[in-house]
């Protein structure tokens, strides 16, 4: 009974193509992310949603496009992919107003080519 | 400057040695922090929260001076299984939400 879930684990695709990856999370958090990290193992956050609403966007292009159908599912969506979108994508989840951090997924590995 | 630093590394360590190392961050407004850990491959996991008395988990000690804007991390008697990346983490809580800040991580190889 995995916390936080996502899918694919693995995606390898052309330039160009439109892809998605899915996240869901168990543990009745209200608050889901996604972060990004790259070659330089740098995690970045992309996106927070809380209760379905967009709440955090950092300076992603806009081929990048959260949903979030319920506080349990958060999408994402690329469009157009490019080289420089390959990395590890991770979903992560947590309860607002609560300081111990998040629970992440065990992340995506996207490759480009 | 980037929000969190961190010494890369890696710090080669004898098991049943002690580390230390510590991170810096810029925003005095960050009001939460953490350590956590990253294996190869693997999603960073939460090891410790930091407060501000400092705090101790088993072999783990850490520490938090905010004056001086650097947590730091303590590992005494070293295993072989703590051999990981360790990733300082800091958090602002705005009206926005929670945001988590990492740091790029102290990569730890832990040998015989």
């Known amino acids: 009974d995995t916390a936080v879930s996502q899918t694919p684990k693995y995606l390898v695709t052309q330039m160009g193509n439109d892809k998605s990856i899915k996240c869901e999370q168990n543990l009745g958090h209200d608050t889901m992310y996604w972060y990004k990290q790259d070659s330089k193992k740098f995690l970045k956050i992309m996106f927070s949603?809380?209760?379905?609403?967009?709440?955090i966007n950092e300076t992603v292009p806009n081929r990048f496009s959260p949903k979030s159908p319920d506080k349990a599912h958060l999408n994402l969506h690329i469009n157009s992919l490019e080289l420089g979108d390959s990395a590890v994508y991770f979903c992560?989840?947590?309860?607002?107003?609560?300081?111990?951090?998040?629970?992440f997924g065990s992340g995506t590995r996207l490759t480009v080519v | 400057r980037k929000e969190v630093e961190q010494d890369p590394g890696p710090f080669n360590v004898p098991e049943g040695a002690t580390v230390a190392f510590n991170c810096t961050y810029s925003?005095?407004?960050?009001?939460?922090f953490f350590w956590y850990r990253q294996d190869c491959r693997k999603e960073p996991k939460l090891l410790m929260s930091?407060?501000?008395s400092g705090n101790e988990d088993g072999r783990f000690t850490a520490q938090l001076n905010r004056a001086s804007q650097y947590i730091s991390l303590l590992i005494r008697d070293s295993k072989l299984s703590d051999s990981a990346t360790y990733l300082c983490?800091?958090?602002?809580?705005?009206?926005?939400?929670?945001?988590?800040?990492f740091g790029g991580g102290t990569r730890v190889l832990v040998k015989p």
């Open positions: 983490v800091v958090s602002l809580l705005k009206a926005a939400g929670n945001k988590l800040t």
């Open positions: 930091v407060y501000s």
């Open positions: 992560a989840s947590s309860q607002k107003g609560r300081e111990d951090g998040y629970t």
């Open positions: 949603y809380n209760n379905k609403e967009l709440i």
């Open positions: 925003n005095s407004a960050s009001q939460s």
